[in-house]
């Protein structure tokens, strides 16, 4: 009874005083994405019904599931680290996010070791799908196979679990701040605890994301779960070493940046793309050059809808150069305001978590989630918008809701659930 009543306490308040208008933008964004879906498909027909469902039905169902369930049960039906409490069954219940939190393990997991005979992906230059002994015995295919490590295929449906794993990661790190929150009285304090829950919660995604090997979601991870911590409250003892941590990457880079071209570590897949965007020539630029290129192309009135050839003659253009696909078609001066609208969108996220009435752990942890969506979210942008802009080295990060992916749109909008939810903390209780 305890669970139901948990599940449909204050369902209606959370229906009326939610800020709907956060779906606008999102939704626009959405058709966007659509557009560019239909514009780049290679079949001699469209599969309306398969993109009514991947882009439509599949999305608006994870958005119900993120907004009906409450953040009260994120909350009582949890893994806490507090005294007398067992590992995973506590006296408030089963615990919801060391569940998710396990499964984002066992997606990784099956997607890198599970026998992978069944589990194809498309290559452009053999126009096929291939399994990845098929692709050991073609030879020359390294960069398939390795997609292969990152996407899992359930029921015919195949997706990237990265994805899944990072929105997962998000909430099992919000339930630790909060409770790490309550310890410290109001504030992250410099303890034990400040240093082994949030490796605790990076550590077994890290390195399964490092075994595919994915870099670009070690990194999103990484940022992910600094800025969760870097904007809590805490003092500045706390705060010092967590700035200090900035240095890390910074080094990493100059380091690789530095490398001579026969160094064996320039070959390693991640680390050569870091490598080749400070290099003039080097081999993984073509994609960035030919966004820019594109861009410029478009011009300031663009060539038109369906007019693009960024989409025709590099793969991938539809999900990791979405932003220049519609700077060349639609030119600058609609990509402009298309730009400020995804800004103006990070700033209403951000602007929902700011104004939560942090009076009950409920709070805390809605807070908490909430600036994680809009960390996901602005990572997703500024990375995909960057790259485009050959202003950061390829990452392959999706433009959120623009990009066409199942998982990444479906996980999007179960973010926009919560997000919806949230923001009606924000209102003063009714009478």
């Given at each position: 009874?305890?669970?139901?009543?948990?599940?449909?306490?204050?369902?209606?308040?959370?229906?009326?005083?939610?800020?709907?208008?956060?779906?606008?933008?999102?939704?626009?964004?959405?058709?966007?994405?659509?557009?560019?879906?239909?514009?780049?498909?290679?079949?001699?027909?469209?599969?309306?019904?398969?993109?009514?469902?991947?882009?439509?039905?599949?999305?608006?169902?994870?958005?119900?599931?993120?907004?009906?369930?409450?953040?009260?049960?994120?909350?009582?039906?949890?893994?806490?680290?507090?005294?007398?409490?067992k590992f995973l069954w506590?006296?408030?219940?089963?615990?919801?996010?060391?569940?998710?939190?396990?499964?984002?393990?066992?997606?990784?997991?099956?997607?890198?070791?599970?026998?992978?005979?069944?589990?194809?992906?498309?290559?452009?230059?053999?126009?096929?799908?291939?399994?990845?002994?098929?692709?050991?015995?073609l030879g020359g295919y390294?960069?398939?196979?390795?997609?292969?490590?990152?996407?899992?295929?359930?029921?015919?449906?195949?997706?990237?679990?990265?994805?899944?794993?990072?929105?997962?990661?998000?909430?099992?790190?919000?339930?630790?701040?909060?409770?790490?929150?309550?310890?410290?009285?109001?504030?992250?304090?410099?303890?034990?605890?400040?240093?082994?829950?949030?490796?605790?919660?990076?550590?077994?995604?890290?390195?399964?994301?490092?075994?595919?090997?994915?870099?670009?979601?070690?990194?999103?991870?990484?940022?992910?779960?600094?800025?969760?911590?870097?904007?809590?409250?805490?003092?500045?003892?706390?705060?010092?070493?967590?700035?200090?941590?900035?240095?890390?990457?910074?080094?990493?880079?100059?380091?690789?940046?530095?490398?001579?071209?026969?160094?064996?570590?320039?070959?390693?897949?991640?680390?050569?793309?870091?490598?080749?965007?400070?290099?003039?020539?080097?081999?993984?630029?073509?994609?960035?050059?030919?966004?820019?290129?594109?861009?410029?192309?478009?011009?300031?009135i663009g060539k038109g809808?369906?007019?693009?050839?960024?989409?025709?003659?590099?793969?991938?253009?539809?999900?990791?150069?979405?932003?220049?696909?519609?700077?060349?078609?639609?030119?600058?001066?609609?990509?402009?305001?298309?730009?400020?609208?995804?800004?103006?969108?990070?700033?209403?996220?951000?602007?929902?978590?700011?104004?939560?009435?942090?009076?009950?752990?409920?709070?805390?942890?809605?807070?908490?989630?909430?600036?994680?969506?809009?960390?996901?979210?602005?990572?997703?942008?500024?990375?995909?918008?960057?790259?485009?802009?050959?202003?950061?080295?390829?990452?392959?990060?999706?433009?959120?809701?623009?990009?066409?992916?199942?998982?990444?749109?479906?996980?999007?909008?179960?973010?926009?659930?919560?997000?919806?939810?949230?923001?009606?903390?924000?209102?003063?209780?009714?009478?």
């Amino acid at each position: 009874m305890d669970f139901l009543y948990d599940y449909f306490h204050g369902l209606l308040e959370r229906i009326k005083y939610g800020k709907w208008q956060l779906l606008l933008l999102p939704v626009l964004f959405s058709i966007i994405g659509i557009y560019i879906e239909i514009s780049t498909l290679n079949a001699t027909y469209i599969p309306f019904e398969n993109i009514a469902i991947k882009n439509a039905l599949i999305p608006l169902i994870f958005f119900a599931i993120g907004f009906f369930v409450s953040v009260s049960l994120w909350r009582r039906y949890i893994w806490r680290f507090s005294a007398n409490e067992k590992f995973l069954w506590n006296k408030d219940g089963f615990s919801f996010a060391f569940v998710l939190f396990t499964l984002a393990v066992l997606l990784q997991i099956s997607a890198i070791w599970v026998d992978s005979g069944w589990d194809r992906v498309y290559v452009s230059k053999l126009n096929g799908y291939y399994t990845e002994a098929e692709l050991k015995v073609l030879g020359g295919y390294k960069n398939e196979i390795v997609m292969l490590k990152r996407q899992l295929t359930v029921a015919g449906v195949t997706f990237q679990v990265g994805e899944i794993v990072k929105v997962f990661f998000m909430i099992f790190v919000a339930k630790l701040l909060t409770d790490m929150k309550i310890w410290g009285r109001g504030q992250i304090r410099l303890n034990g605890k400040f240093f082994i829950l949030p490796l605790f919660a990076i550590l077994p995604v890290g390195v399964l994301a490092f075994c595919m090997p994915n870099y670009s979601m070690v990194m999103i991870f990484v940022f992910i779960l600094f800025f969760m911590i870097l904007i809590q409250e805490m003092e500045l003892k706390s705060r010092l070493p967590l700035l200090a941590l900035v240095a890390l990457p910074v080094l990493a880079v100059f380091f690789i940046s530095n490398l001579d071209k026969d160094n064996s570590l320039v070959k390693i897949h991640g680390i050569n793309r870091v490598w080749a965007y400070f290099q003039e020539g080097g081999i993984g630029n073509e994609q960035q050059n030919e966004a820019l290129q594109a861009m410029a192309d478009g011009g300031i009135i663009g060539k038109g809808p369906d007019n693009g050839t960024i989409k025709l003659r590099l793969f991938g253009a539809r999900n990791d150069f979405a932003y220049s696909i519609l700077g060349e078609e639609l030119g600058m001066w609609l990509l402009l305001p298309i730009t400020l609208a995804m800004f103006g969108f990070l700033f209403s996220c951000f602007w929902v978590a700011a104004r939560i009435k942090v009076n009950n752990r409920d709070a805390i942890l809605a807070q908490n989630i909430a600036w994680g969506v809009g960390i996901i979210f602005a990572l997703n942008i500024l990375f995909h918008i960057g790259v485009n802009l050959r202003l950061l080295p390829n990452t392959g990060q999706p433009l959120s809701f623009v990009s066409s992916g199942g998982a990444n749109l479906t996980m999007n909008f179960f973010l926009m659930g919560m997000l919806v939810q949230i923001s009606s903390f924000s209102n003063e209780e009714p009478e």
